[in-house]
């Protein structure tokens, strides 16, 4: 798949079905994906040509996931010194709560003084469905700055307004000019996409447009790092190579924000998040991506360190570090080795950063035959082979013989789980974690992003596990004593993808 180029003369963001051929259902082997996806494998990417033969299985129906319009929520509406307004129904801001709890906690864990998310709604109502809610609009935007002064105003589309068509570029433009201050519109209605990572590159999309510093002056040893909520891992990290961190989206402040321009590199623990942003840096004000694997195991961080070594002119500060860092964990890791054999383990996350939880699982020696992922990238922003995720895993650590694609799809979780029989799951959404307890089988959902990252991250999975392990006798109790949701005919069923291969059944 060639490079596309971020078009920042829109406001609207391409979405990543047209942007990087992104699927939400698939089954097979990882080594087939990787093949069939053709980013470093055939080419997608390379530059020779060759095209993805990547076929989605589709669904029926969907069972439940979440929007773009939610993930904006969790991404604009989680920056300091701003207010996220959500011109919507009330029924859409009901993930505050959530975002409020995510945002709070973060903070906690950081180290930052703790406060409430601000995030409004217009709370349209069926009237304003009939004869627009803009003028509503313009009022929750001036709440927003009586309120609170923020340093910046984002405004996110819903599907509601979506379809009635206000004209939310208009207001964003108006009240830049009255505010002075960036009025930014998020266009991120849930049905603009089929997944709601879209939602990460509509925010991403609006910062690049409108909050990055378009006169940068260059901080030779500020480094971005995109991330999530996760503890404060990568300033000791890259410390150690004499490098500043600049953490963004969520918990950053408007001037973090402004400031991306000005960094010597950008870095992100999962692709999923960061491609989009780190891409449009790169192109926009020529801050270097950092094009390596992924900062997971030992063989994808020593890659990642000493590529950010070159790009900084630390080389030597690296291999420092990674001699350092090696002998540090050497110990402990072969311990967990021989503590870990022969133990079956099952991750159940997002995309890349599943390809990087399977890379530390198998650094274990824990036996990985069986993972799902939400949704399947086949390329990301920067179109380097480098940054292939899942042939990192497979050319370092071995195949996955059932590597599944799913958007959070729960009736097909119970035939995923029942193929392998794995001892654990890691998890990161925990929707899908009470099924697997009621197969008797323990879950780690991962509140902490950043557990697994690096050097440490590897010992610091390794004994999150062996505390699940044993906690197994509780889940083997309990599978006893409790009912799955499910028909019988739908339990015996072998092929979890049925549905999707044969629609049909579902009306007879």
Known sequence: MAKKKINLKTTVVENREQRLGTIIAWDG????????????????????????????????????????????????????????VQHSPIGCGAGQVEWNSLFRNGLAQRNLPVESIRILCSNLKESDMVFGGVEKLRNTVQDAWDRYKPEAIFISTSCSTAIIGDDIDGVAT?????????????????????????????????ILRQIVRKNPKKQEDLVNVINLW?????????????????????????????????????VGFCYTLSSYLAAGLEQEFGVPEIKAPQPYGLVGTDAWIREIGRVTNREEKAEAYIEKSHKKIEKRLNELRKELKGVKGYVA?????????????KELGVEVNGSLTF?????????????????????????????????????????????????????????????????????????????????????????????????????EDLAQHVKLPYKKWWLDQEDPFILSKEPNIVSQ
């Open 29 to 84: 082997k990882a080594s087939d994906l990787a093949k069939e996806s053709a980013f470093s494998r055939q080419g997608c990417g390379g530059g020779d040509g060759n095209q993805c033969n990547l076929c989605e299985v589709r669904g029926p129906f969907t069972q439940g996931s979440v929007c773009s319009e939610q993930i904006v929520g969790c991404q604009a509406g989680n920056v300091r010194n701003s207010v996220l």
């Open 174 to 206: 108006e009240f830049t000019e009255k505010l002075k201050i960036p009025v930014v519109p998020l266009h991120c209605e849930g049905f603009r996409s089929k997944h709601w990572s879209t939602g990460f590159d509509s925010t991403q999309h609006g």
């Open 230 to 266: 996760g503890s404060d891992i990568f300033t000791p990290m890259l410390g150690e190579l004499g490098l500043r961190v600049n953490y963004i989206v969520d918990l950053a402040t408007v001037e973090q924000l402004a400031q991306l321009s000005e960094a010597a590199c950008t």
């Open 349 to 361: 996350t997002g995309s890349a950063y599943a390809h990087g939880i399977i890379a530390v699982l």
């Open 375 to 475: 949704h399947h990238d086949p390329v990301y922003d920067s179109g380097d082979p480098k940054q292939d995720s899942l042939a990192h895993v497979i050319d370092n650590y071995g195949d996955i013989p059932s590597f599944s694609v799913s958007n959070r799809q729960q009736f097909q979780f119970y035939g995923l789980l029942k193929r392998v029989n794995p001892d654990f799951i890691i998890i990161r959404h925990n929707g899908l974690a009470p099924l697997a307890s009621r197969l008797g089988i323990p879950a780690a959902p991962l509140g902490d992003e950043h557990i697994a990252v690096a050097y440490d991250g590897i010992i610091n999975l390794g004994e999150t596990i062996l505390d699940l392990l044993a906690h197994k006798t509780f889940h």
